[in-house]
């Protein structure tokens, strides 16, 4: 049947209108729609910073990501070889090696590896990185998770603000000295002032709030921190069961810690230190309890008399690093490597920071010997370090010294039980020497604080295969095998491969 | 140097450009010189490396210009005093009078186009080069070839950046054109490599109207170009380092003149889409599997019609762009990939996996893939798309060649993730979707077409006069 003219044309004209009609009304409300809405942040920025850096650009699209890309470029020499996380979550982008190779270039990257930082000798700085992203458990969260034996730290600024309360010396003294010290130093002016430093900082604030009882108020933000010294002149003559103490306040954990310097006969001076504060935002008292016994031990190690020792300076030290768990999320770690320094560390006051730096630096330079009487200098200056304590078991494994190794470990767990390294170095010297049932049960300490890390996996994977106990060896090594650009990987791939022949093999029905 | 980064590729492409297509008028001329400039360009580059000389910006001035001096020869002074004469009419009285004849309704579709388009280029141009992947794969090569003006050396400095990362060899993997553009820009002192984007997609746009124009109404051919520009996905894409717009044009531009010459038989037409198409896997490895469907267009058409060489021209120009690639990683480099889904090199992969491509399970899950994934950011045009072919049955009938490689691609990009799915098991959305953006322009631009308005006579459909189609008709 043919349709007449008029139908057609009403048809085509119809059409013609439902098609083009209907692709205005899409244009103006769908793609318009959807080009504005993603065009308009694009906008928001590019009016309100027109003239924004390459830098400043990034930032704006990549975030902390970028952020630590420019800072760990601006902060390692262009000859660098660089250590970085693995290629999982969180460090999606902050262990994607391209993405590194692109921002840090020339500088060159090596793959997560915790046996080869002193051992390959090439790789002179590591990253820090926090992560991004949602992991499903957030202990993950913080990389590099092994000791490193930094020389320098440099890291994203953050702010330490310390409140100081009742800042005082014992009155444990029967002399008149002890009466007009054995009282609360804030209240009297001057404020602490920035004695020894180590440290690239800007100070914030500094000053004496008046509150019910006087409080000295001090904010800084640290760039580089190793140690930084504040403290207030006092002259008072150090006896037995003197002690130091001070309320303090402060808003990182494991950021600050008191410190007495002490004078001897000799005019030699050694500061020592307490233990830093556990909590954040809450007040805590901290004390230097046993100084005396503490500096004349000091004296007999260095050889200087222990009569008419002196405390000349209290006060605190607000820029202790914090090593790991790295708190100060993001930076750079320089590895010490035994080079030259361009500056001299501290020489005229012993402190135990500096002996922790040269322990370091011979320990660098394989001189096992050297190494171990810097720490043992830096353990007796503060003794409730526990990472001079991890160092010297360190230090008395490489003697072939399991027994010491096992105490200062033990000691450096008693004092911070929340460091899975801890748990897993001794877990693995308990391995080493055949005591499996230790080294199970301190690995799966290492596993509650901190799950993550192929080296602890591989490490649980292979005592089970040992023990024969497959299915669980299987589940370790699957997990470490999911750490892409991983040292560890390979081992868990290649224990993979022999267990599934394993488990067939076993799996064969019998002939 | 900044404006030589631009200006130099822009006279080898019109050089080339006069000698392919002399009757091209002014605006497409322009538009096709851009995209076929820097194509040309980076193949220069890759060449002078092939013979031992470093790309660096001398060498490859000297190289560009003397081939734009050989070609010039060729076309003689014609091309140059038409462009002059072009040149000294006034271009403002042009406009003055181009936007006289404008009806209301076009004057808005184009100041909506100036408006999107320089959105676009202040957009890209802004931001640097942000996208994870066009950072890690294209723009890194990108600076190891500024730095090292080779290949092997690219290679030999990302494999001892990366220490104990066998990821070099990923990183050349891809075809060169995009980071060779890049390493130009770099060259040539440019920061940002980003400018080469926004003026391919006005190149784009330019093109797809010219093309456009040829067959249908001003209004129409308006209309649907800014339909294509604001298509997000491909506006957004186009912002970006990404390769997939740059293959994006050079695929569509191949098609639109694959389709000219069907419809005219203009032997130029066909050396345009041919190279085009090559370019297209010079960008990206992926136009192989849709080639062969266009070729066996060409070859029916060619049969047909009793121009033998057709299909043969087309073949030559297409693998001498885009198997150089190939080669040289094979050859020099001792690569031994796999190629990337949709390259020839992958054939004999394939075949063997014939009888294994009647699993309808398989078939149901590729299906719910596309729909799901790949179509997730354009939908509309799909659906718009199969709305208007049965409601304009007979332009279909009409542009049937067109509707043929507008199916051939579907077929066969449906074919590619069925393949992937086989061999791989599992297959990346973003990249399906991102592939697929290949595809948008033609799809709109066989839309555009079958849409047109008729003007009937005497109970008959037909076109509306044109002036520049029948121009060009008659001066074939």
Request: charged share 20%; hydrophobic share 45%; with cysteine.
């Amino acid at each position: 049947m043919q349709l007449p003219d008029s139908f057609k044309r009403l048809f085509v004209h119809i059409r013609f209108l439902v098609i083009v009609g209907g692709v205005l009304l899409w244009i103006a409300t769908s793609q318009v729609v959807e080009i504005v809405k993603w065009s308009l942040p694009s906008w928001e920025t590019i009016l309100r910073n027109p003239s924004a850096s390459y830098d400043q650009r990034m930032i704006f699209q990549l975030g902390t990501d970028h952020r630590l890309m420019a800072f760990v470029r601006d902060n390692t020499p262009s000859d660098a070889l660089i250590m970085y996380p693995p290629w999982v979550t969180p460090w999606i982008n902050q262990g994607n090696s391209l993405l590194l190779a692109y921002f840090l270039y020339p500088r060159r990257l090596h793959w997560e590896d915790p046996k080869e930082i002193e051992t390959n000798k090439a790789i002179t700085h590591i990253l820090v990185a926090w992560g991004r992203g949602t992991p499903t458990d957030r202990r993950m969260y913080g990389w590099p998770k092994f000791p490193v034996i930094a020389r320098e730290f440099v890291h994203f600024p953050t702010e330490r603000e310390v409140f100081l309360a009742d800042l005082s010396v014992g009155a444990f003294l029967s002399d008149a000295s002890s009466k007009t010290l054995g009282r609360n130093l804030i209240l009297s002016l001057p404020l602490l002032e920035n004695y020894l430093s180590d440290s690239k900082k800007k100070t914030n604030d500094h000053r004496i709030l008046d509150f019910d009882s006087p409080l000295e108020y001090l904010s800084l933000t640290y760039t580089r921190n190793n140690y930084d010294y504040w403290t207030k002149a006092v002259n008072v003559p150090l006896r037995d069961r003197v002690s130091i103490r001070a309320r303090m306040k402060a808003n990182i954990r494991h950021s600050v810690n008191l410190i007495a310097e002490v004078r001897y006969t000799n005019d030699r001076l050694a500061v020592f230190e307490s233990l830093s504060n556990r909590t954040h935002n809450s007040w805590e008292t901290l004390s230097i309890n046993d100084l005396y016994q503490k500096a004349k031990r000091y004296g007999l190690a260095k050889g200087w008399s222990s009569e008419g020792m002196e405390i000349i300076r209290i006060g605190i030290n607000p820029g202790l690093p914090l090593e790991m768990p790295y708190l100060e999320r993001y930076g750079v770690i320089e590895l010490e490597r035994g080079q030259e320094r361009e500056r001299e560390l501290e020489a005229r006051v012993d402190c135990a920071p500096t002996f922790l730096a040269r322990g370091h630096f011979y320990r660098a330079k394989n001189e096992i010997k050297e190494a171990i009487a810097n720490y043992q200098l830096a353990e007796m200056l503060n003794p409730e370090d526990a990472w001079v304590h991890f160092n010297l078991g360190e230090m008395y494994w490489r003697q072939g010294n399991p027994v010491r190794t096992i105490e200062e470990y033990q000691e450096a767990i008693e004092l911070e039980p929340n460091i899975a390294w801890f748990h897993f170095a001794l877990g693995d010297v308990y391995r080493e020497e055949n005591q499996a049932d230790l080294a199970l049960e301190k690995f799966k300490r290492a596993a509650e604080i901190d799950p993550s890390g192929t080296w602890l996996q591989n490490a649980l994977g292979d005592l089970y295969w040992e023990r024969e106990m497959y299915e669980q060896a299987y589940q370790h090594f699957k997990t470490a095998s999911s750490y892409k650009r991983s040292g560890g990987r390979r081992h868990a791939i290649r224990r993979l491969e022999e267990l599934q022949k394993k488990l067939d093999f076993l799996n064969q029905p019998e002939e | 140097m900044l404006i030589v980064g631009l200006l130099l590729p822009v006279v080898l492409g019109l050089t080339l450009c006069w000698l392919i297509i002399p009757d091209a008028a002014i605006p497409e001329c322009f538009a096709l010189a851009y995209s076929l400039g820097f194509g040309f360009l980076t193949l220069a580059m890759f060449f002078l490396n092939i013979l031992g000389f470093k790309f660096s910006l001398v060498n490859t001035t000297i190289l560009v210009s003397a081939i734009i001096g050989v070609l010039l020869l060729f076309t003689g002074k014609r091309n140059w005093l038409r462009l002059r004469s072009a040149m000294k009419v006034n271009p403002f009285t042009r406009i003055k009078q181009f936007m006289g004849s404008l009806s209301a309704f076009e004057k808005i579709l184009i100041g909506l186009l100036i408006f999107f388009l320089l959105s676009h280029l202040v957009i890209a141009v802004y931001w640097p080069v942000f996208w994870s992947d066009s950072l890690t794969s294209y723009d890194l090569r990108a600076k190891l070839f500024f730095e090292t003006q080779s290949f092997p050396g690219a290679l030999a400095k990302i494999l001892d950046r990366i220490v104990n990362v066998g990821y070099g060899f990923a990183i050349l993997q891809d075809s060169p054109m995009t980071s060779l553009v890049h390493t130009w820009l770099y060259l040539c002192g440019w920061a940002s490599p980003k400018v080469f984007y926004p003026l391919l997609f006005i190149s784009l746009v330019a093109l797809f109207y010219h093309l456009l124009r040829d067959y249908v109404p001003r209004y129409h051919a308006l209309l649907f170009t800014l339909v294509l520009v604001t298509t997000p996905y491909i506006y957004m894409y186009s912002t970006n380092s990404y390769p997939h717009f740059a293959f994006a044009l050079y695929f569509s531009v191949g098609t639109f003149y694959l389709y000219g010459w069907i419809r005219r038989q203009k032997r130029s037409f066909l050396l345009l889409a041919g190279i085009f198409l090559g370019l297209s896997a010079w960008v990206r490895q992926a136009s192989g599997i849709f080639f062969m469907g266009y070729l066996v267009i060409v070859l029916y058409v060619g049969v047909s019609r009793r121009r033998f060489f057709a299909p043969l021209i087309f073949s030559v120009l297409y693998f001498s762009i885009a198997r150089w690639w190939g080669i040289y990683l094979q050859r020099f480099l001792h690569f031994h990939s796999m190629g990337t889904l949709g390259s020839i090199s992958q054939l004999p992969v394939f075949l063997p996996m014939i009888t294994r491509f009647f699993n309808f399970a398989l078939w149901n899950e590729v299906l719910a893939f596309f729909w799901k994934y790949v179509l997730l950011c354009c939908r509309p045009i799909f659906y718009l798309l199969i709305l208007s072919t049965p409601l304009h049955i007979e332009r279909v009938w009409k542009h049937r060649f067109l509707f043929l490689m507008v199916l051939s691609n579907l077929i066969l990009f449906l074919l590619g993730i069925y393949i992937t799915i086989l061999i791989k098991e599992d297959l990346h959305q973003a990249s399906a979707r991102r592939l697929f953006l290949t595809f948008l322009p033609v799809i709109w631009y066989f839309i555009a077409l079958i849409t047109a308005q008729l003007q009937f006579s005497n109970g008959k459909s037909s076109l509306v006069g044109n002036s520049s189609s029948s121009k060009r008709q008659k001066g074939q």
